[in-house]
């Protein structure tokens, strides 16, 4: 019944668009009954038409992609806000949102331009009196035009055809957050992040197929190395409101990411969510002292459903931020300047993680699922079989936390060797704050001696990851004129401190910064240093 409430809804919808908006403010699925999604080229017309309607738009070009197509972002404000000097001005919170990033994902894409013409022509214009709002629909459009019917299978070719998962310069952008070697990270670090400073950041996905019973699910910035003030913000706070409101108002059930594996049996007692890595944009988030959320639509659900579900994800999250800018700003405020606070007062005094395990939460889950019923085949397997009943399952274990197996000291700050300019060009490129040392200088600090290098033998992303073990040892050094200085009394502490560490499970050391310097000192015969010096 819920289904066909909605199919009416979206025609009805559909009828009254036709009669109240032009045929260019429309959306590719709105046009074809929800058959085809938008082209890369339907975006841009999109976006050029909306932003000739409204006096509330700004535009920019974030990047150019491989495949020489333009990346706009558009930023929305009641008065219009067309730098961020303006934005900072305002005193206004900037909520940042971006489709996409997987190409076949693209619910999220649809729900943004269809909001974007809701809150500069329609009937959500209050959601721009609090705030300033900046949506990326299309954040992967070579990905988005490699349309294809073998693609996301697990979306039952609805739409008919959809894009691919990786760019056009082949790359997963979600595994980029560390390394930056696609021009889209790059771009939304230079034009986005850096520039525009957003205080939240939502990522909109579509799951790859599990069956649990939820229209969407969210995750919260999984990185515990972190100060946890946001995280614990929106974990605690923002998404059971915003959880709430879906299902008061639209009677659209959401819950957490994750999932489960029929290879444990059957009713689920375990649920997991993703890595804590942060390669994932959402996760770095954390670690840059801001909000972040993930959301992923049902995969198996019709496309509009799923435009539906991202819609008022959307919405909803826009009505809290609107409604609570301040407290969001403060928030981040207190994890930036707790952070930067307990770099002087501590610093060499306590410790931090950089290699982590998933654990369970002190909180079991109750679990929303498709029903399972079992199966004994004639050799005696038990085979698992999917009904179309979704019932709740109670106490389930909820894996989505994490517990540091591998902690360092964290430092004042790291020396860098003047000879190492790729390594700085990076670290500015991620915003950290770097100095020149002026004249020789002496510090004390540790050395870590590499004692192995361990190198993954199956490639990711085009890269065979590192892992160092070895010892730290005190040590007094003297650096020249012209070495680096970065010192950790920064916003950024949390984040240099993960990209730096030689033994981080996502840091420079991990996607292979350092190997020609490593091999050059002779790192397969004997034990070296790791040429960046921790001073206390």
């Known amino acids: 019944m819920k289904i066909l409430g909605i199919i009416s809804l979206v025609f009805v919808n559909v009828v009254g668009l036709w009669a109240q908006y032009s045929p260019e403010l429309l959306t590719t699925p709105e046009k074809t009954a929800f058959d085809k999604t938008s082209t890369s080229e339907d975006v841009l017309a999109f976006i050029d038409a909306i932003k000739h309607k409204s006096e509330w738009v700004h535009t920019e070009i974030m990047l150019v992609s491989d495949s020489g197509r333009p990346v706009p972002l558009v930023v929305m404000a009641n008065p219009k806000i067309s730098s961020p000097k303006e934005a900072l001005a305002s005193g206004k919170p900037v909520v940042y ?37 900046i949506f990326t629909p299309n954040y992967n459009p070579d990905g988005n035009n490699k349309l294809s019917s073998t693609h996301r299978k697990s979306q039952e070719h609805c739409p008919h055809l959809a894009g691919s998962r990786r760019s056009g310069g082949d790359w997963d952008l979600n595994r980029d957050g560390i390394k930056m070697e696609a021009v889209e990270t790059q771009g939304l670090m230079k034009n986005l992040i850096l520039r525009w400073n957003p205080d939240v950041f939502v990522d909109l996905h579509t799951t790859n197929g599990v069956w649990h019973g939820n229209e969407l699910t969210y995750a919260h910035s999984y990185h515990f190395a972190g100060h946890p003030a946001t995280s614990t913000y929106t974990k605690d706070i ?25 290879s444990q049996g059957w009713p689920p007692k375990n649920f997991y969510t993703y890595n804590h890595h942060p390669r994932y944009l959402v996760n770095q988030f954390g670690l840059r002292n801001k909000i972040a959320i993930l959301s992923e639509t049902f995969a198996h659900d019709k496309f509009y459903h799923r435009i539906n579900s991202a819609h008022k994800f959307i919405v909803e999250i826009l009505e809290f931020t609107n409604a609570h800018g301040k407290q969001i700003q403060a928030v981040n405020q207190k994890s930036e300047t707790e952070t930067i606070q307990k770099i002087k007062n501590q610093a060499g005094q306590y410790k931090n993680g950089v290699r982590f395990k998933m654990v369970p939460t002190n909180h079991p889950l109750k679990l929303r699922t498709y029903e399972y019923i079992t199966s004994i085949d004639s050799l005696g397997k038990t085979n698992y079989i999917r009904t179309h009943h979704i019932i709740d399952v109670e106490n389930v274990t909820n894996y989505s936390a994490f517990e540091a197996t591998l902690t360092a000291t964290v430092p004042r700050g790291y020396i860098i060797p003047a000879k190492f300019t790729h390594i700085v060009e990076h670290l500015k490129a991620h915003g950290v704050i770097v100095e020149q040392l ?41 650096y020249q004129k012209g070495d680096y200085k970065i010192d950790l009394a920064q916003p950024l502490a949390h984040l240099i401190f993960y990209m730096l560490e030689p033994q981080s499970d996502d840091g420079l050391v991990t996607w292979n910064f350092f190997d020609k310097a490593l091999y050059q000192l002779g790192v397969n015969n004997k034990i070296v240093p790791f040429p960046v010096f921790k001073y206390w």
């Open 97 to 133: 949102f971006q489709g996409n990033i997987h190409g076949g994902e693209v619910e999220g894409k649809e729900a943004l331009m269809i909001l974007m013409r809701e809150m500069l022509l329609g009937d959500k214009k209050h959601l721009l009196n609090n705030q300033i709002v």
């Open 238 to 262: 923002m998404l059971p409101k915003i959880k709430k409101a879906v299902l008061d108002k639209y009677d659209l059930h959401f819950d957490i990411y994750g999932g489960y594996s029929l």
């Open 438 to 478: 002026e004249q020789p200088t002496s510090f004390s600090g540790e050395v870590f001696w590499i004692h192995k290098l361990e190198v993954n033998k199956r490639a990711f992303e085009r890269h065979n990851m590192i892992h160092l073990t070895g010892e730290f040892s005190p040590q007094t050094k003297q």
